[in-house]
């Protein structure tokens, strides 16, 4: 079965100071892979996803990942985050043409400011 | 909202007690589903609809029956609550099972007394 393995599970860190979260998934084939965020108090949205092409995807507020195939990894990254980023952040892939998602179980990003 | 709300927005209910959520969707898309979060696991779907009376089950769908009679609605159903399915839910909706994003809506916290 499919599942997503997301390392952080709480990381707090200062304005300004550079994020990073692992995302490792388990699956052979072909995968869609996925970053949703979670606001306090807001729906989840779309932070960027791949499907195909360039490993390396960028998203909305500055965010990025890059899909490495031999590593089975989808890792977040943002060069310098700010006070609005804290809110929770997943990881999802999706395998099959039904677009469910399997997601990990989430990070909680507290930046201070 | 992203076109997609769900209602009520918090419930309390005790064990036994049948409880139905709906989520509502204003862009006519094919697809929705319905998700629970739950602290270290994530969002894990329940069930998903591709069409009007086309529903299927997925990950944890034990204890949960869903209802699509219109491509606007799609209904949860916990026949007979359990403490076990308190939780927060989520619906979200996609125009196709390929290569799309997923809308969820603002959620639902279920408490089961």
């Known amino acids: 079965a499919q599942s997503v393995s997301q390392h952080n599970h709480h990381v707090i860190l200062s304005e300004a100071a550079s994020l990073e979260l692992g995302c490792n998934y388990s699956y052979g084939g072909t995968v869609n892979l996925f970053w949703y965020v979670q606001y306090p108090g807001q729906h989840l949205q779309l932070l960027l996803k791949?499907?195909?092409?360039?490993?390396l995807v960028k998203g909305i507020k500055g965010f990025e990942a890059e899909f490495i195939k031999s590593k089975f990894s989808f890792n977040l990254r943002k060069p310098s985050v700010q006070w609005s980023d804290t809110a929770e952040y997943f990881c999802a892939v999706s395998s099959s043409n039904t677009g469910k998602l399997i997601f990990g179980q989430g990070t909680t990003l507290q930046v201070k400011p | 909202d992203a076109g997609i709300t769900q209602s009520p927005r918090h419930k309390v209910t005790e064990t036994g007690t049948p409880v139905t959520l709906r989520c509502h969707q204003t862009?006519?898309?094919?697809?929705m589903y319905w998700y629970r979060q739950d602290p270290g696991h994530g969002l894990r779907l329940i069930h998903y609809?591709?069409?009007?009376?086309?529903?299927d089950k997925g990950e944890v769908s034990d204890g949960y029956s869903v209802s699509r009679s219109k491509t606007e609605d799609f209904l949860l159903t916990l026949e007979s609550a359990t403490s076990s399915q308190t939780s927060v839910y989520f619906c979200?909706?996609?125009?196709?099972?390929?290569?799309?994003?997923?809308?969820f809506g603002p959620g639902t916290r279920l408490t089961v007394l």
């Open positions: 791949y499907f195909s092409g360039d490993p």
């Open positions: 609809s591709y069409g009007v009376k086309d529903t």
């Open positions: 979200a909706r996609s125009p196709s099972g390929d290569y799309n994003e997923q809308f």
């Open positions: 862009e006519n898309h094919r697809y």
